[in-house]
Nanobody, 127 residues
Framework: VQLQASGGGLVQAGGSLRLSCAAS????????VGWFRQAPGMERDFVAA????????HYAPSVKGRFTISRDNAKNTVYLQMNSLKPEDTAIYYC?????????????????????WGQGTLVTVSS
C-alpha cells in the first residue's frame, strides 16, 4: 500500500494543523496506523497510533491532550489533528501502516512494526 502524507506547513505557536495520511489501497482499513516525527538531527519518534477500527488510540506523552488521531476507513485516510502547537513540535511527520497483529498492538510505538511509510510532511512551528 502507498501512503501519502499531507497538511504540513508553517504555523505560529499555539496554532493548529491537521495532517492527513491517504492510502492507495482499501486494505488500509485492516492496518494499524501510526504517526512518527523526526526533528533535524534527531531520531524518528513515535507520536500517535490508531488501531484498524479506530477503537483504540495511543499517544506519546509529549503530545497527549494536544493531538488527536482518527481515521475514516471509507476514505482510506488517517488524520492527526494537532492543536496548541509548540516550537518543539517542529519536525517532518511520517505516517506508517502495519499489519494488525498482537505484536503491532503491543509495540505500536516502535517503527519496526510498520511495513509501509509515507514520504513525510514538514511541520514548522514558529515562536
Amino acid at each position: 500500500v502507498q501512503l501519502q502524507a499531507s497538511g504540513g506547513g508553517l504555523v505560529q505557536a499555539g496554532g493548529s494543523l491537521r495532517l492527513s495520511c491517504a492510502a492507495s489501497d482499501r486494505t488500509f482499513s485492516t492496518y494499524i496506523v501510526g504517526w512518527f516525527r523526526q526533528a533535524p538531527g534527531m531520531e524518528r519518534d513515535f507520536v500517535a497510533a490508531i488501531r484498524r477500527r479506530g477503537d483504540r488510540t495511543h499517544y506519546a506523552p509529549s503530545v497527549k491532550g494536544r493531538f488527536t488521531i482518527s481515521r475514516d476507513n471509507a476514505k482510506n485516510t488517517v488524520y492527526l489533528q494537532m492543536n496548541s502547537l509548540k516550537p518543539e513540535d517542529t519536525a517532518i511527520y511520517y505516517c506508517a501502516a502495519g499489519l494488525s497483529t498482537s505484536d503491532a498492538y503491543n509495540n505500536y510505538y516502535t517503527s519496526a512494526v510498520y511495513d509501509y511509510w509515507g514520504q513525510g510532511t514538514l511541520v514548522t512551528v514558529s515562536s
